[in-house]
């Protein structure tokens, strides 16, 4: 899973997704927490464009009313599937969210918690695979949010996320064309446990 991660500066991110056009405004955090306004790219009338989502994402259905469970965390496994996820996955909703690190809780034997935080070691702002969704009020106004796509964790991952064992998918520099616009089997593809020895951590 992930539940916080680190924004890049917003001129790092437009020039490392080569943006048609953007509205966002943001600064770089060191502690991106679910609910909070995130930067997020997405197919736009054929170019990438750069806006600010809420992370969770309120699905259509739910009339812009935030969910009792968790969606900041959308299972790999069952995008096509999950109650919440299954549309904007079969619509193509798919966007990436701008990052430069994120965080795992490793839990000891005594059961106390110590976060460790992971760089790509070959991509200074990487984008994490998401989904987007929009939902509309019953005043007319309307939600837009995101969810992180979660994998199995790769061994490193797994020693450090111990508990659940799994990670956030980060994608490929070659593989964000895939996901943000090829059909549903391309984007499936694109969604591997990111190599271990391309990721650094510590507690």
Known sequence: MCGRYVTPEQAAAEREF???????????????????????????????????????LVPFFAHGETPRYSTINARAETLATAASYRAPWRRGQRCLLPAAGFYEWHVAEDGGKTPWFIQATDQTVF?????W????????????SCTIVTLPANPLLARIHNIKQRMP????????????GGDA????????PYPEERLRAWP
């Open 18 to 56: 080569s943006l048609r056009r953007s509205s966002w405004h943001f600064q770089a955090r060191y502690n991106v927490a679910p609910s909070l306004e995130v930067p997020i790219v997405r197919l736009s009338e054929g170019g990438r464009e750069g806006l600010m989502m809420r992370w969770g």
């Open 127 to 131: 984008g994490f695979a998401g989904l």
């Open 133 to 144: 969704d929009r939902s509309v009020r019953t005043d007319g106004s309307e939600v837009l």
């Open 169 to 180: 998918a980060i994608l490929e520099r070659d593989e964000r064309d895939a996901w943000l």
């Open 185 to 192: 089997a391309l984007a499936q593809r694109a969604l591997r």
